[in-house]
């Protein structure tokens, strides 16, 4: 079955527990810009992440607060920091790849909080049930252009959900996508 | 048909006439380090290319001189200078992008000289007329780990080539590679 999904391209940003947050600033987590996402939004406030080799500036969080910390990085961004992140699913953390955060009131080394964001494809539970699609499921993504392909993305199944299909920059770049692509998808 | 081919990451680089050398240099060309395919080089000689938003130091040019000046970057790459390359098989220059070329001597501004590389398969005409596979035709890479899929490239088919799978590092990025694999391609 072919169906149709809009792509959002995720460029390096974090999720943090409001623990966390709070030793990096002195202000309320704010909103700059709802998310494709339900309730998931692009904060005003930025940080820097440092690994052994460097840092990259203007790190947005995303919010709401998680239960979790979770620094997703693209794998260019990984050999800038000098970190060796594995490609996993949101929230599955154990073993992941430590990370410094610094904000403007403080720094903090959050141990095992940073990763590869695997492709995946958000969809609810009622579309999923419709397609038979189960969550984590593989499904096929439908590149076009002038650098084609076919690659595997994850089904992300949850009750609140807008379909959109997550890559990341090195996807973009690779794929010569811009984020505003309808995208075929083969389950 | 399956085959199995070596892969070889090409980190953004150039290939220039003498003339245009002899503009940016006052010393002779010298080898490095000889490459995989016959009679190509990378040379000592390094220098900075620039687009409008901005340069990049340390661009290796590889030897031996050619016919035509290419300078082949990736999406990344052109990001951060600011050109918008097409993807192009190699001496395939009409239309593609402006840059400017720095070296020690002197600078050169290069019309029509930059792309993006295809992805493509060396191969030579020997090897190919036994798959039956010719010049230009699409192949597929299997790409194998944790962001799998399977990609197009085309073949290069010369007299003298060493049989080789040529992606760039965005590629490299995208699919975790670290450009010491042996691919599996479906002809």
Chains 1, 2 share one sequence.
Do not use: W
Not at 90 to 98: C, H, V
């Amino acid at each position: 079955m072919n169906i149709k999904v809009q792509l959002g391209i995720s460029n390096r940003h974090l999720h943090l527990t409001k623990e966390v947050y709070e030793m990096l600033f002195d202000e309320e987590l704010t909103v700059k810009k709802e998310l494709m996402q339900p309730g998931e939004f692009a904060s005003d406030q930025v940080v820097t992440i440092k690994g052994p080799k460097g840092e990259m500036a203007n790190v947005r969080i995303l919010g709401p607060f998680r239960s979790y910390n979770q620094v997703e990085v693209s794998r260019h961004d990984a050999r800038t920091l000098g970190v060796n992140p594995p490609v996993r699913k949101s929230g599955d953390l154990a073993g992941s790849e430590n990370i410094t955060v610094i904000g403007p009131k403080g720094s903090v080394d959050l141990t095992e909080s940073c990763i590869i964001a695997n492709r995946h494809l958000h969809m609810t539970t009622e579309d999923a049930n419709k397609l038979n699609l189960k969550n984590d499921q593989k499904v096929k993504v439908v590149i076009p252009g002038d650098k084609s392909g076919i690659i595997d993305a994850y089904a992300k199944i949850t009750d609140k959900a807008s379909p959109e299909l997550h890559l990341d920059t090195d996807d973009a770049n690779a794929f010569l996508l811009k984020g505003d692509e309808i995208l075929d998808i083969i389950i």
